[in-house]
Every structure is written in structure tokens, then in C-alpha cells.
């Protein structure tokens, strides 16, 4: 069983943290570890027709936003790696200075020290030059920021199919791979195939 850490701020698009959760409740071997601010609950009643408790439930651990001593705070507790999605600034701002003041912050230092893959669905725009540094030094840091910008070659139906397509590329960075994901000349009739 792998385990992989899933965690959800407060910026916009609380969507796409719930969508990874719900794709890796298909995904047999794996396990789910799930970190969710309080913001993001207050952004996901403005975003998404889902309770705070029907995204509570599709983890199969949660912790809380506060318990710095919960076991995806060490590096002992073996995982495949960190998706935040969306990823605050404040958080991209705690991942670049190594600010643990909370879970999701330390989890992914965590992860990042111990050489784990950690992916930043980094939501805002326009950037200034201080976001611009931040993803710079996050980056650095081991992260790989990954905004979320949807990839039109998939010839995307719904804003639905855009959120799927755009985690199932995010998670295919921890080499998970699902089928609904559009691959680029995948085959006959794929996108650039003529």
C-alpha cells in the first residue's frame, strides 16, 4: 500500500484537492493522508456542493491542521509524497522559508528533506515579483510547482473534465496513472494525431 499525502488550502479552486481524493478512492494501492485547512472548508462552501464533512470523509486519514506531531510530520512515516491543491500563497510562502507553523507546511518540508515528491497546484494570478521568487525558492527547495492550468489539447467538454484532467496530471508527477487522463499522440484519434 502506498500512502500519499493530499492537502487543501484555502485559495481558490478547493476543487481540485477534492478531486485527487476522490480519483485515489479508486486507485486499490494507495492510501490517502489528508490535510485540509480551515480555509479551505470557508472556500469550499463559496466552490463546491459538498459538506465539510463529505470531504472529510473521502480521506482515509485525516489530521488536523494544528497537530504538528501527527505521523505525516515525520520523516519516518514513509509516503510517496505531497499533493497541495490549490497550494495558498501563505503555504507556497511556508514551504519556501521551511515556516512550520502548522501541518500542511511541515509535512511537506518533511517531504521535501527526505527527498519525497512534492507538487504545488500553486492558485493565484497575476503574479508579482514576490510569488514569482517564491516559486523560485520552492522550487529550489525540491517542490515542483504546478499551477493549474488546464490543457486544452484534451478538448475538454465541462469545467469537470478540466479539474480531472489537470489532477491526473498532477498525480501522473507521483506515478500514478489513470485512465481518464488525455495523453498527447497516445494512440490513433489521440490529440495531435492526424
Known amino acids: 500500500m502506498r500512502r500519499i499525502i493530499v492537502a487543501i488550502t484555502g485559495a481558490s479552486g478547493v476543487i481540485y484537492g477534492v478531486r485527487a481524493l476522490q480519483l485515489l478512492r479508486q486507485v486499490e494501492d494507495i492510501e490517502t493522508h489528508a490535510v485540509i485547512s480551515p480555509s ?24 488536523n491542521y494544528k497537530d504538528i506531531g501527527a505521523a505525516v510530520s515525520s520523516g519516518s512515516f514513509r509516503t510517496a509524497g505531497m499533493l497541495i491543491a490549490p497550494c495558498s500563497v501563505k503555504t507556497l510562502s511556508g514551504i519556501a522559508n521551511c515556516y512550520n507553523d502548522e501541518l500542511i507546511v511541515r509535512a511537506a518540508d518533511v517531504c521535501l528533506k527526505e527527498r519525497r515528491r512534492v507538487v504545488l497546484l ?8 514576490g510569488h514569482i521568487a517564491l516559486m523560485d525558492q520552492a522550487t529550489r527547495n525540491g517542490a515542483i510547482v504546478m499551477p493549474p492550468v488546464p ?7 465541462s469545467i469537470d473534465e478540466m479539474v480531472t484532467q489537470t489532477v491526473g496530471r498532477a ?18 484519434g489521440s490529440p495531435g494525431q492526424h
Do not use: C, N, Q
Open 151 to 157: 490543457a486544452f489539447y484534451s478538448k475538454p467538454a
Open 122 to 129: 500553486f492558485r493565484e494570478t497575476p503574479l508579482h515579483a
Open 40 to 63: 479551505a472548508f470557508r472556500t469550499a462552501t463559496d466552490e463546491i456542493d459538498m459538506s465539510a464533512d463529505e470531504i472529510k470523509g473521502l480521506a482515509d486519514v485525516l489530521y
Open 171 to 188: 498525480l501522473d508527477l507521483f506515478d500514478i496513472h489513470l485512465p481518464m487522463v488525455k495523453r498527447w499522440k497516445d494512440g490513433p
